[in-house]
């Protein structure tokens, strides 16, 4: 293997006194203690939020006040951190507003301090039961209130508006074809 010498150019006298980086330096501290400042007064001031960011994701319901998640954990597979962790429980039977559905989170929990603000879940949920809100400031004293559960991730989430009224067309459909 060959040893390449790389020829350099000697520093002049200024450039190994290092005097024109001070300068340099100095010249932007002070255009900065001159310049006017743009102080955002937080938390009465918030920072506008851009269009497509990704901020916590939560749970939210359909307009009828029903849990849109019906526990596929595709969220929980494919989140590259593991923050999601869902376990599945069965709706009964006897419930009517449930009939479109097999089973729902028994339990459901976002890990705050591992999530990365990926979108994954949002993406690959088929109910468009998880949302990323536009909440991008979140603080606990322990690791334990940096856990989301299912209340906090619908109290987060809230209802939100259905395009597409999924399960109202479904069970429309087989309360009209129950009835010929």
């Known amino acids: ?62 307009p009828n006040g029903r849990e849109k998640c019906v526990a596929c954990q595709l969220c929980e597979f494919v989140c590259p951190p593991k923050a999601i962790r869902i376990t599945p429980g069965e709706i009964l039977a006897d419930q009517p507003d449930h009939a479109h559905v097999e089973k729902g989170p028994k339990t459901f929990d976002i890990d705050m301090l591992r999530c990365i603000y990926c979108g994954l879940c949002q993406e690959v949920c088929p109910e468009e039961a998880i949302v990323l809100q536009n909440q991008f400031s979140m603080s606990g004293y322990t690791r334990a209130e940096m856990v989301n559960h299912k209340d906090r991730l619908y109290e987060l989430g809230g209802t939100l508006p259905d395009a597409h009224f999924k399960w109202d067309k479904k069970k429309a459909a087989e309360e009209h074809g129950n009835t010929h």
């Open 1 to 62: 293997m060959a040893v390449i010498t790389v020829e350099r150019k000697p520093l002049t006298f200024l450039e190994r006194t290092y005097l024109p980086q001070i300068v340099g330096g100095l010249k932007t501290t002070f255009k900065h203690l001159i310049a006017p400042k743009k102080t955002l007064e937080y938390p009465e001031e918030r920072p506008t939020i851009p269009n497509g960011y990704r901020g916590v994701p939560t749970l939210v319901m359909d």
